[in-house]
């Protein structure tokens, strides 16, 4: 018997992660989806440049990130994301030319920073305990108002990790937020931050999977189908237009809105949203990456921020890129290529390449901007929000998104 259906508009991570968690739950599931392709953000696409599978953005995981496991482990593609069998991360300074690798231990009592070996050069054991600070920031400040935001450990761990995982300049960042990125992660041992990679690419990881697995489970999924309006009365949703297919919504039905934050305020108007993004900028080079490089490199004082090794490329990505969307594509290429080239050492000129320009990737995650983020249930009892952009209590990331949707199917089962 099936309890009503539930529409569920867009078929990005946080749509799929929805649709995924309620698939069992007696309705019937239909995804709309305005592009001809599932993913969203995270999708995998072939580059005739390169001649390559690669992904619109190169997205790290941590083993800590327990939405997305469990989501893969549903879908049956765990193993589809590689790494190390304990937490390590490659680093290199390229003005110092020195290069290391971060060692927590797996426990959550952190005594790796008492070792040398385990932490970054130049860097002593009470730099990483001030960092205990953040762990108890108030929501509302920003994280130069906890911690002051210089020195070794600041510079060559703190600020290269919390710009990818924020994408906005740390000083100016929500403190909560970097707290509930160390606190499920580095503040939980090394058990936590071990990182993971889509080897293959994020969409043979988790998006192909995920519309196999609906499709096996009788979820429907309608692509280049786009939401027009939705009409609404005061306690619910009554219809939705899909460009004038609409559909009416029965007593039983629900909405599960999963679009980008632009496009849900133009569809809600007085919903509260981030009004301030920010980009970033990947780029990759069609050149088999040396046996020696680790997969995933970190980098300090140099244009790339992080380098990710795949089979036939090399990967580069660039948080908090507003200062390069306008840039000539060839010459920020040959100004990433000349960093790679030192990172690598591969010697030759700069081999095909494609930059991938996002302009508006995530939510600027600053205190305001955090504040402004919607919760998922809405003032109308059958229409529901996911997406990163959402309360989560996280960033924009992979995770963030995957808890999104689950947040959304467990208020719709509630419901």
């Not at 969203?40 to 001649?51: K, Q, V």
């Not at 327990?66 to 991360?89: C, M, N, R, W, Y």
């Not at 385990?118 to 108002?145: F, H, M, Q, V, W």
Request: net charge positive; hydrophobic share 45%.
């Amino acid at each position: 018997m099936k309890s009503g259906t539930l529409h569920i508009v867009g078929a990005g991570l946080a749509g799929l992660s929805a649709a995924v968690a309620l698939v069992d739950s007696g309705r019937e599931i239909v995804v709309h989806e305005l592009a001809r392709h599932a993913g969203g953000r995270c999708r995998s696409y072939f580059e005739p440049a390169l001649g390559l599978t690669i992904d619109n953005g190169n997205h790290l995981l941590l083993s800590g990130n327990h939405a997305a496991l469990a989501l893969l482990k549903t879908i049956g593609s765990q193993d589809k994301l590689v790494g190390p069998k304990e937490a390590e991360f490659a680093f290199a300074d390229l003005v110092s030319g020195e290069s290391w690798t971060l060692r927590p231990n797996n426990g959550p009592i952190p005594w790796w920073i008492f070792s040398k070996s385990r932490r970054a050069p130049g860097t002593r054991t009470r730099d990483y305990l001030a960092l205990r600070k953040l762990l108890r920031s108030n929501p509302n400040r920003t994280i130069e108002k906890v911690i002051t935001c210089e020195g070794m450990a600041y510079d060559r761990v703190l600020y290269p990790v919390l710009l990818a995982a924020l994408n906005t300049v740390p000083p100016h960042a929500s403190a909560s937020l970097a707290r509930a990125v160390l606190k499920e992660t580095l503040a939980r041992g090394g058990r936590a931050c071990r990182p993971l990679i889509a080897a293959e690419g994020l969409g043979p990881a988790f998006i192909d999977p995920a519309l196999a697995y609906l499709e096996r489970k009788g979820a429907k999924v309608h692509f280049h189908h786009q939401l027009r309006g939705i009409d609404l009365t005061f306690e619910r949703v009554r219809s939705l237009d899909f460009s004038g297919d609409v559909v009416t919504l029965g007593a039983k039905d629900a909405v599960i809105l999963a679009v980008p934050a632009a496009v849900a305020v133009l569809l809600l108007p007085s919903l509260s949203t981030p009004t301030e993004f920010h980009a970033i900028v990947n780029a990759h080079f069609k050149v088999a990456p040396p046996q020696d490089l680790p997969r995933v490199v970190g980098v300090v004082n140099g244009i790339v921020e992080w380098l990710f090794a795949f089979p036939e490329r090399l990967s580069v990505t660039i948080s908090c890129a507003d200062r390069f969307i306008e840039a000539d594509r060839e010459a920020l290429a040959e100004e990433i290529w000349r960093d790679v080239v030192v990172l690598t050492g591969i010697e030759g000129g700069m081999p095909p390449f494609q930059i991938v320009k996002e302009r508006r990737a995530t939510f600027a995650a600053t205190p305001e901007q955090n504040a402004r983020r919607p919760r998922a249930a809405t003032r109308w009892r059958n229409l529901f929000l996911a997406g990163d952009w959402t309360a989560t209590g996280l960033p924009a990331t992979i995770e963030g998104a995957v808890r999104s949707g689950n947040e959304a199917a467990r208020l719709v089962l509630r419901s």
